[in-house]
């Protein structure tokens, strides 16, 4: 059964961090590339970091760049998208999405993927 199930939202504070995972079933991580997305009320959503299938290359929004950092357990399945020094500005409900592209050494965060978890909430406020 295909399905990514994102967990590990919450409240932070500014300046804090939370680790959100996505654990996936029904496929292999060392051959489709994963995405996190994010989309806060009344705003597009936006692409936030992905690994690829083949090498576990990365790629990060300039916005996040330097705070977050996604990797990958292929054992277990699961992406991670480790969050740090949080802003209000991160508020957002984050997904992460599958890209069916095969052995893919490179990914991308400018186009919609193929497949999508349900989402976890994160709010950075004081």
């Known amino acids: 059964q295909l399905q990514l199930v994102e967990s590990g939202g919450g409240l932070v504070q500014p300046g804090g961090s939370l680790r959100l995972s996505c654990a996936v079933s029904g496929f292999s991580l060392d051959i489709y590339s994963i995405g996190w997305f994010r989309q806060a009320p009344g705003k597009e959503r936006e692409g936030v970091s992905c690994?690829?299938?083949?090498?576990?290359?990365?790629v990060y929004a300039d916005a996040v760049k330097d705070r977050f950092t996604i990797s990958r357990d292929i054992a277990k399945n699961t992406v991670y998208l480790q969050m740090n020094s949080l802003k209000p500005e991160d508020t957002a409900l984050y997904y992460c999405a599958v890209d069916w592209t095969a052995y893919s050494p490179v990914c991308t965060i400018r186009r919609p993927y193929d497949r999508w978890g349900q989402g976890t909430q994160v709010t950075v406020s004081s």
């Open positions: 690994i690829s299938g083949r090498g576990g290359n990365t």
